[in-house]
């Protein structure tokens, strides 16, 4: 039980274009899920977390309208990088957390490169 | 949330016991003591956690010191698909926001 599946696993895109990650509870309702961003060799940095049917709540230099968040049911949540650019190339990964237990389920990530 | 403290990195033998310690001296009495394993290129997987009472798993053993200072992660019989980074996490529980330091790179050796 309690498995995350996001997709696409790895995606390569052109500077300029948009890119949308999905993150799915598969077997349970998830009140809350996360993104996080991860530079190699570095740690996890959350970037937002989102509840279901509210807007997402961004961490400090996050910006909000390049990194849309949409959690519109208790099994699904989607990260769109808007107008990708090289810099935003990293390792997308997202994890929801159950409605029983204080605990993140996460996804296998996604990897960005932005050419 | 309290912080944590971790060795940098760890070797163990295949078949041997992994001893994980994490210092988190600043803990509070709500915190409780999460871990977390990442392995290379994939999304960390939850591993156990506890409050002050010593918890056991499938995967692992938590061992949480009396005054609650520090904790060890226990792989009981290491094999080379552990080899990971270990991420000691405390987290109040109605916090959800999980911060996430360098954790320990354990190398699991044939």
């Known amino acids: 039980g309690a498995v995350v599946s996001q997709h696409p696993s790895w995606v390569i895109c052109k500077s300029g274009t948009s890119v949308k990650i999905e993150c799915r509870s598969l077997d349970f309702q998830a009140t809350t899920m996360f993104w996080y961003r991860q530079f190699p060799k570095q740690s996890l940095m959350l970037m937002a977390t989102?509840?279901?049917?509210?807007?997402?709540?961004?961490e400090q230099g996050v910006e909000k309208d390049k990194f849309l968040i949409n959690h519109a049911s208790l099994t699904l949540s989607t990260l769109t990088v808007t107008s990708a650019h090289p810099e935003d190339s990293s390792f997308y990964i997202c994890?929801?957390?159950?409605?029983?237990?204080?605990?993140?389920?996460f996804g296998a990530g996604t990897r960005l490169s932005v050419l | 949330d309290a912080k944590t403290t971790q060795p940098t990195s760890m070797d163990c033998a295949e078949g041997r016991a992994a001893n994980l310690p994490c210092n988190h001296s600043t803990i509070s009495g709500n915190e409780y003591v999460y871990w977390y394993r990442q392995i290379h290129s994939q999304g960390p997987q939850y591993i156990i956690h506890g409050l002050k009472n010593n918890e056991t798993n499938e995967m692992a053993s938590l061992i949480i010191t009396e005054d609650r200072k520090s904790s060890t992660l226990i792989l009981p019989h290491a094999t080379l698909r552990d080899t990971a980074v270990y991420y000691c996490?405390?987290?109040?529980?109605?916090?959800?926001?999980?911060?996430w330091g360098l954790g320990t790179s354990l190398a699991v050796n044939p």
């Open positions: 994890s929801a957390n159950g409605v029983l237990r204080n605990i993140q389920y």
């Open positions: 996490i405390v987290l109040a529980g109605n916090n959800r926001k999980l911060i």
């Open positions: 989102s509840n279901e049917g509210s807007k997402a709540t961004y």
